[in-house]
């Protein structure tokens, strides 16, 4: 049985966590319209407003330390034609990666055309 969600006025997602848990083995190039933005656009058709919001990464905070000691992934420049790593966790382990990537699908999720009546807020 189908249950159709409640209409809300706003949904509010964190960055990082699209970014490590949409689906991206179908992907292969660095492609906001491949994952993030049909994401987006599933969660309008429930909402009239979508606001991403972004961790920032401190250089001398606890979390920067533990993320040293896992060690650094392999670097990859993030941009449209560049094709996504296989290992995905390994590119994800360097912040150089992580902050480019944030960068470039707030960049697309910001200049994207959304349907009438419908906000996409990125901060």
Avoid at 49 to 70: F, G, H, L
Avoid at 79 to 97: A, E, Q, Y
Wanted: include cysteine.
């Amino acid at each position: 049985m189908h249950i159709t969600p409640p209409f809300l006025d706003a949904r509010i997602l964190e960055g990082v966590a699209v970014v490590y848990l949409l689906p991206h083995t179908n992907v292969t190039t660095f492609n906001a319209n491949g994952v993030c933005i049909p994401h987006i656009l599933k969660l309008l058709e429930s909402c009239r407003r979508v606001d991403v919001v972004w961790d920032s990464y401190i250089a001398s905070s606890i979390k920067e330390s533990t993320r040293e000691k896992r060690g650094k992934g392999v670097r990859r420049k993030v941009g449209g034609p560049t094709k996504v790593p296989s290992n995905w966790p390994d590119f994800l382990r360097d912040s150089t990666n992580k902050e480019e990537l944030f960068q470039f699908l707030s960049d697309k999720v910001g200049s994207n055309d959304w349907p009438d009546g419908k906000e996409v807020f990125i901060t």
